[in-house]
């Protein structure tokens, strides 16, 4: 059974940062391409950032710069650094796995605010 857990959101002031972490049991995140979602008030869910089976990334404009994507195998871990935030990126962060269906976390909160 495919289990993502999120965990690492909090109220932060701008420019400040964060590090989010998905925890996933069932799959092995080396092996699959994943992701990081996100939905901002009133907003649709939105596709943050990417990281394929051979490392390579891919991140959304809004973020390209200031949010990095990662993993560690040994920890079967997902991690989204995220640095210099803005109001705008509050939201909830979901990771994500394509594995057959559609598996999501249940969502870290992630608020910034002065």
């Known amino acids: 059974q495919v289990q993502l857990v999120e965990s690492g959101g909090g109220l932060v002031r701008p420019g400040g940062s964060l590090r989010l972490s998905c925890a996933a049991s069932g799959i092995s995140v080396r092996m699959n391409a994943m992701n990081w979602f996100r939905q901002g008030p009133g907003k649709e869910r939105e596709l943050v950032a990417s990281?394929?089976?051979?490392?390579?990334?891919n991140y959304a404009d809004s973020v390209q710069g200031r949010f990095t994507i990662s993993r560690d195998s040994a920890k079967n871990t997902m991690y989204l650094q995220l640095n210099s935030l803005k109001p705008e990126d509050t939201a909830v962060y979901y990771c994500n796995v394509k594995f057959g269906l559609d598996y999501w976390g249940q969502g870290t909160q992630v608020t910034v605010s002065s």
């Open positions: 990281i394929s089976t051979d490392g390579s990334t």
